[in-house]
């Protein structure tokens, strides 16, 4: 499996990151990824796999190298990528991560993709403001969240730069705050249910 360097990487491409606790991996962040690659136009899709949510302390936490090999076991490793470059950037907080992706990756394009719950939560991340100004975002449909994310906070607060869906493929190329809601089938399954019933992701 190929390791994304984290110094002198001159790729010139469009990249979606798509960051998670992956505790497990399951088809819910494998359909995200795949549709993102494909409507939003990208070259690739990194899995970005969080050391440790800043908002998320608890004991149910799988050890990072149990989610990043999980994660590895899923992907292409050629379109969808399972990375753990924000542990060796030694960032957690998203807007670090993003400020350090921007520096080492010169010449690429980045969109964070997330679903609808993670745009009803992003009021409590760190520099949420900021991260709305520094990278364009993709929002994908998360059952029940839907409603409460675009018409929540920070939805509110970036309403004047939502792009109508029909400029998804063309997103990564625009100037941020710049952010769109991608239809696309929904599908209710999530880690928390998943540890609940003792089962695996895929
Ligand atoms: N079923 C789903 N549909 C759409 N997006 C999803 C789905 N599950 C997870 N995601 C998105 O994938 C990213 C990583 O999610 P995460 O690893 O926290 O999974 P999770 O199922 O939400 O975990 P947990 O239940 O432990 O909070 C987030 O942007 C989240 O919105
Ligand atoms: O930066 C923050 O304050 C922040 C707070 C909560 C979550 N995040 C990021 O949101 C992404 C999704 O996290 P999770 O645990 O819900 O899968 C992941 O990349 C986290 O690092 C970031």
Known sequence: MISIPTWGDQRNIKVGLLGGSFNPVHSGHLQLARRAFTILQLDQVWLMVSPGN???????????????????????GRHIIATDIESRLYTRYSYDTLKKLYQRFPNCKFVW?????????????SRWQKILRLV?????????????????????WARSYRLPSQKASVL????????????SPENK?????????GRSGL
Do not use: H
């Open 54 to 76: 800043p908002l998320k302390t608890g004991k149910e936490m799988a050890s990072f190298s149990e989610r990043f090999q999980g994660v590895q076991k899923c992907v292409d």
């Open 113 to 125: 993709l997330m679903g609808a719950d993670g745009l009803s939560q992003m009021v409590f991340w």
């Open 136 to 156: 364009p975002i993709a929002i994908f449909p998360r059952p029940p969240y839907i409603y409460k994310a675009l018409n929540g906070k920070a939805a509110q």
């Open 172 to 183: 990564a190329s625009y100037k941020p705050p710049a952010w769109v809601f991608v239809p």
């Open 189 to 197: 399954i999530s880690a928390t249910a998943l540890r609940a019933q």
